[in-house]
């Protein structure tokens, strides 16, 4: 690993640095191996994802999606050299209430909105959106970033695109009481900026009858 890196983040499928390279701080995140898999077996299918991260990544950026640059790929290593966004999450900023005002709340939905729209409009889907991989940019004053795209793929499929959407829904409710209003504006911008959004809208109706009736079994 880089000289003077800083562990940040040990998850379960990954170890995330801050370190510093090319003269600039840089977020190196390093996928681990699985020790319970074949070797062969393993290394294939931890170096193809990390190339999907990376593809999907460089994939909104094409689109002007706003994402972490990606600088370089270490696929030997499992490794993404990125930009480090300089910022708090959504999941800190709606967490802390001090400052916040209504127009500003807006503001953050329909951003998030519209960057989920355009991210769909590519057929990319995150596979794990929540409040804490949306950060804001304190450079641009909090501008919505999207980040960590372990769990991403490209797919076409509505469904796919609505379920993306209904787990944000789930991250909202489950830990942000009171952000049903939001989460609303989030949808309208979505459904603005999106080329199939009002079919996915629909879709995600679908879903949400699904979880209902999935919790009511147990
Ligand atoms: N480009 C970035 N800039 C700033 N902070 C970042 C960046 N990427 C990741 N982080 C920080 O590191 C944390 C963990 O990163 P990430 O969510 O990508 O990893 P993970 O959840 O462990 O990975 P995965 O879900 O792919 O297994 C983020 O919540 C964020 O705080």
Avoid at 83 to 98: A, N
Avoid at 116 to 121: A, I, P
């Amino acid at each position: 690993m880089i000289h003077n890196a800083q562990l940040i983040k040990q998850g379960a499928e990954a170890k995330v640095y801050l370190a510093p390279f090319c003269q600039r701080q840089t977020i190196i995140k390093e996928r681990f191996t699985k020790a319970y898999r074949h070797p062969t077996l393993d290394k294939k299918l931890t170096s193809r994802r990390v190339v999907q991260e990376a593809r999907c990544l460089s994939r909104c950026q094409k689109a002007r999606i706003d994402t972490p640059t990606v600088y370089m790929v270490d696929t030997e290593n499992y490794l993404i050299y990125m930009e480090y966004i300089e910022g708090y999450s959504v999941r800190e900023y709606l967490v802390t209430p001090e400052g916040q005002t209504e127009s500003a709340q807006t503001k953050v939905a329909q951003e998030i909105g519209r960057a989920l729209g355009l991210m769909h409009n590519i057929d990319v889907v995150h596979g794990d959106l929540t409040t804490s991989n949306l950060l804001m940019r304190s450079e641009t004053g909090g501008s919505v970033v999207l980040i960590d795209f372990g769990l991403s793929y490209v797919s076409q499929l509505v469904e796919d695109k609505a379920v993306d959407l209904y787990v944000l829904e789930r991250a909202f409710s489950s830990t942000h009481p009171n952000t049903e209003a939001m989460f609303e504006q989030i949808l309208k911008a979505y459904g603005e900026s999106g080329k199939a959004s009002k079919q996915i809208l629909k879709k995600l109706e679908d879903v949400r009858m699904r979880g209902r009736k999935r919790s009511m079994l147990g």
